[in-house]
């Protein structure tokens, strides 16, 4: 009895691959998709697996890098508080009339009762 035919990538399934990995795609989904184990996978495409992440980020990186130079100005404050270390700081300040001290004021109001139901 044979067994299965050992597979043979294509290019056309390496970069399927190389861009699902890219995706954040399970790599168990990978082969289901493929429809080749798991070992046989790892085995067979590894550089695709280990480099599909880095270049998805490469190019999602050049895009928002592009929109930010051309001064698309969220992609501009994104860059700058992931890449620079810059940060938001807000500073809540409450006062009272003029700039007083705030005031509070309790009241208590009682209310009779209606003694119709008698």
């Known amino acids: 009895m044979a067994g299965r035919p050992a597979h043979k990538p294509t290019d056309q ?40 992440s880095t270049k998805a980020t490469s190019k999602v990186a050049e895009s928002l890098y592009r929109n930010a130079v051309e001064g698309n100005v969220s992609a501009q404050i994104f860059w700058m508080k992931a890449r620079a270390g810059w940060s938001e700081k807000t500073q809540h300040e409450i006062t009272g009339k003029d700039g007083g001290p705030v005031e509070t004021v309790s009241r208590v109001e009682i209310v009779a009762g209606d003694d119709s139901s008698d």
């Open 13 to 52: 399934q390496r970069k399927q691959v190389e861009a699902m990995a890219g995706y954040g795609i399970p790599q168990k989904a990978i082969a289901r998709v493929l429809g080749i184990a798991d070992k046989t996978l790892s085995k067979h495409y590894t550089d695709e697996l280990a480099n599909g």
